[in-house]
């Protein structure tokens, strides 16, 4: 059984990580919704709760309960917020979404990243470098005007029904199963 972790961030294309969740499952995988404090207010974690058969995890749990999601086998962060990019790339652990990622890195799990943000957030010098870093590192980004178009600022909800959901989904299955 194939186990892929979905780790969303606070932004308005996290509302479609159904999508996702669907295109996995129909891989015949698992699937489990981690997200970022922030990514909560975009999604309907109950709903996605029902769709995975898990809790969808935000919060380190206390020390001694159980581990409520089966082990994963690779993870997808999208949308991936510049904030996200940018703190993983300095391995920094400071969210439940950020301390799985970073420690994935470190396993060598399977990761692909597909950020989503607007032009002038991606014209941050620090953006551009953190996703080379991760990229240096094996981790798949997906990123370009190939992938999703820029936008203004306060322009993304124009573009959420674009979001490439299908092709991080094709990448990570290669990733996991190069032929």
Known sequence: MTVLYVVTCG?????GVGRMVTSVQELGWTA????TPDGRKFIDSAALAEQTGYAVRSAYKNPGDPDLLPPADAMVVAPA???TINKWAAGIADTLALGMIVEAVGNGLPL?????T???MAAHPAFGESIEKLR????????GPDVMPEFPPGGGDEYVDIFPWDLAVQEIRIRLYPE
């Open 136 to 143: 240096r590192w094996g981790v798949t980004v997906l990123w």
């Open 11 to 15: 932004s308005p294309a996290a509302r």
């Open 118 to 120: 607007n032009r002038g």
């Open 32 to 35: 489990c919704v981690v997200t």
């Open 112 to 116: 692909v990243a597909v950020p989503f």
């Open 81 to 83: 917020t510049v904030n």
